[in-house]
């Protein structure tokens, strides 16, 4: 099954170090029969890019974390594609949310998605509204309709240490 899993860029640079990357309490998207059935129409791969617009948002929750942290770091939203065996549904978080089995090998990765340069402002702009959204604000869903209105860009899996070495 193919999944979305949200990272930020320090969890890319983990990827490319030890070779795995450990979702965040194992959570990823994917195209789930809950997301086919919610969605009631469209081909496998729009439903494939809804699931990973999900991921976006929750890699934009990590990235809204990671900046509480260190407000150094970057401010880019990062979804990992991997084709893994064994993912769970999880509907009760999502109807893309699946859960996986634990760490994801770098060999299993089909794709790196992070975003450009450009993005940055609105994404930290977005961070810093996404739970308001989420309940709601109309103010917050318009900020946060910023970053996601940036597309992430695509990367090989074997492009990610050129790609880390330029951030």
Do not use: C, N
């Amino acid at each position: 099954m193919r999944v979305y899993i949200p990272a930020t860029v320090p969890m890319l640079r983990t990827l490319a170090e030890h070779g795995e990357l450990a979702p965040v309490d194992d959570t990823a998207f994917a195209l789930t029969p809950a997301l086919r059935e919610y969605y009631q129409s469209g081909t496998a791969e729009e439903l494939e890019y809804a699931a990973m617009l999900e991921a976006a948002r929750a890699s934009l929750r990590l990235v809204a974390t990671e900046l509480d942290r260190d407000p150094s770091a970057p401010p880019r939203r990062a979804v990992v594609s991997a084709d893994v065996d064994g993912a769970v549904p999880r509907p009760d978080l999502d109807y893309a949310a699946v859960r996986l089995a634990g760490p994801v090998p770098l060999k299993v990765v089909a794709a790196v998605h992070v975003d450009t340069p450009e993005a940055e402002e609105a994404v930290r702009a977005a961070a810093d509204v996404v739970d308001a959204a989420d309940l709601g604000d109309p103010d917050a869903e318009f900020t946060l309709g910023g970053a996601e209105d940036h597309e992430l860009s695509w990367y090989a899996p074997q492009e990610l240490p050129f790609l880390l070495e330029l951030l």
